[in-house]
């Protein structure tokens, strides 16, 4: 009787090792999720952490470093929010958002020219944007001041 106490109590302990054996280590797209749910809620500096470790995961992920950009632009940190915009683009060169933001980011930081020029990229690739159109209009006349 002893030893079925003990095969069952050993049983026991294996299906807990099994079980935490099993747990999965978060993803790249876990990390993205998880950042995105703290930037939505205005909480930029745990969503850039979360950001951080995705990019560990999957360095080469465009998107990953769009948004990281996003939440240091709203930290008021835009070096460092206008490095992540251009690793993106250097990763997806022809990303419409990606530009757009980075023209807003360099207009709020009045470097107009060089918002013109992502600007003009982004209507290269689409002519019809609009946005585009009316953000390089207004870097145009802040030039003309």
Known sequence: MLNVYRFITLLIILSFLCVSC?????????WFDEGNSYYYEGK????I???????TLSPDDPSIWYKKGFALYYQDK????LQCYNKALELDP??????TAKGALLYTQKSYK????CYDK???IEP???AAKEMKGKALEELSQ
Request: proline fraction near 0%.
């Open 22 to 30: 099993n747990k999965k280590e978060k993803t790249a797209e876990d």
């Open 44 to 47: 930029y500096a745990d969503a």
């Open 49 to 55: 952490r979360c950001y951080n470790k995705a990019i």
């Open 78 to 81: 835009y070096t460092e929010a």
């Open 94 to 99: 022809k990303n419409i958002n990606i530009l």
């Open 114 to 117: 060089e918002a013109i020029k």
């Open 122 to 124: 982004v209507l290269e």
């Open 128 to 130: 019809s944007n609009s």
